[in-house]
């Protein structure tokens, strides 16, 4: 048994047939059956079907679509159990959100005033920098030139 | 065509619809009402586009008849005990099966106490157009959630699928009756909605006011839910 592994190498029949390799001798057994069974229907799938793979899904449910809520509920104590669930879900709900919101470290406001604050404090900094050297903003423009290290 | 044109979009069964969507890469979801054809998707129903941000479209038309979906939550009533499954009627072109396994906690020594006529929320684990539907009360959890027989106390009624599409709708105003009247509602995606309150006067009200929210737009439903809400204060 020699397959190929993820990186395209193969492993050797005896290394395969050792007890510790149990999952990936698992893993490539999956992969070739998944194979053959592909070859063996390969030819029965037309053209059409081939090109047109799937730029739609479908779906065949109102729910999915609206985006419907759950629909049963229980207001003021009606049915204590389904209220519970009803709260837990509400908070999932807000979890989610939350967590959708925060997934960024820094809003896009806060960093706009960042951004102010130091294009401010940048303009200074030159602005100082100028003042003592007498420069202008240009860099400088002579070149470095490479300085050979001395042989011992 | 841009997508907020198809807002509105009134479409008849056979029109050609693709120049509607989406240009790009992006897949797009067809909802019901929708039929891929090669590369050119048709209206397969009559009624009007709608869209849905990012990428979903599908046709808003009247119905009665429910067709079973995967994973629509549904109302059933037990017509039948076959051994190990009830026959349960949904509404559908034939009778769903339930095992007595799919609630939560039942063992084989332990069963679930349902009779024929009993009501149960379930949620369809399959709905094949060749076979039997099958129901579950029980999530991948294993946990009965919301699901599970209903109470022999409610008041069951029957409406178009509109209308539980409307009552499930996330801006459906319905819901702001619950902070005045204690009741509890389960809808059922197959046009039956369960209804249980303390008293026959607001189960009747509230019966009511369901079935008359089948023509109103959402404001003119949160304006009945505010005079309802008045003559029950006084009242």
């Known amino acids: 048994m020699i397959r190929s592994g993820k990186d395209g190498k193969k492993l050797s029949k005896h290394l395969l047939e050792m007890k510790f390799m149990k999952v990936s001798r698992d893993r490539i057994q999956e992969e070739e059956d998944e194979q053959n069974s592909q070859a063996l229907f390969y030819n029965q799938i037309s053209d059409a079907l081939k090109s047109s793979s799937s730029k739609f899904i479908v779906e065949p449910s109102w729910v999915v679509c609206e985006g419907l809520k759950c629909g049963r509920r229980s207001y003021r104590g009606m049915n204590p159990v389904i209220e519970k669930i009803m709260e837990m879900d509400n908070q999932d709900q807000k979890v989610l959100t939350k967590v959708k919101e925060e997934d960024v470290d820094v809003t896009a406001e806060e960093m706009a005033v960042l951004y102010k604050q130091e294009a401010t404090l940048i303009e200074s900094t030159v602005r100082s920098c100028n003042k003592r050297t007498g420069s202008t903003l240009s860099p400088p423009s002579t070149k470095k030139k490479f300085l050979k290290p001395a042989d011992d | ?235």
């Not at chain 2, 349902?114 to 149960?120: N, R, T």
């Not at chain 2, 294993?142 to 409610?154: E, F, I, R, T, Y």
């Not at chain 2, 303390?198 to 929210?213: E, G, Q």
């Open chain 2, 1 to 235: 065509m841009t997508n907020t044109d198809t807002d509105q979009q009134v479409v008849i069964p056979g029109d050609e619809i693709t120049s509607f969507l989406q240009k790009g890469r992006n897949k797009i979801i067809l909802g019901p009402g929708l039929r891929r054809v090669a590369n050119k998707v048709y209206a397969c129903n009559g009624g009007i586009l709608r869209y849905r941000s990012p990428n979903t479209y599908w046709v808003d038309s009247h119905r009665k008849r429910y067709i079973p979906e995967r994973n629509e939550m549904v109302i059933g009533i037990v017509v039948n005990k076959q051994g190990d499954y009830f026959k349960v009627d949904i509404g559908g072109s034939e009778p769903a099966i339930l095992s007595y396994l799919a609630f939560e906690g039942a063992t084989k020594k332990n069963r679930v106490k349902l009779e024929i006529g009993d009501l149960v929320y379930a949620k369809l684990l399959t709905a094949t157009r060749d076979m039997e539907p099958e129901l579950v009360c029980i999530n991948a959890q294993g946990k009965s959630h919301v699901m599970g027989p209903l109470a022999n106390d409610g008041y069951l009624f029957h409406c178009s699928i509109d209308l539980v599409r409307k009552m499930l709708n996330p801006k459906c105003p319905f819901d702001k009756i619950g902070d005045h009247f204690p009741y509890e509602i389960v809808i059922g995606m197959n046009g039956r909605i369960w209804l249980k309150t303390y008293t026959v006067k607001s189960t009747i009200a509230l019966s009511k006011a369901i079935l008359a929210s089948e023509f109103l737009s959402f404001s003119e439903i949160q304006t009945m839910c505010d005079d309802l809400i008045k003559q029950y204060a006084n009242s």
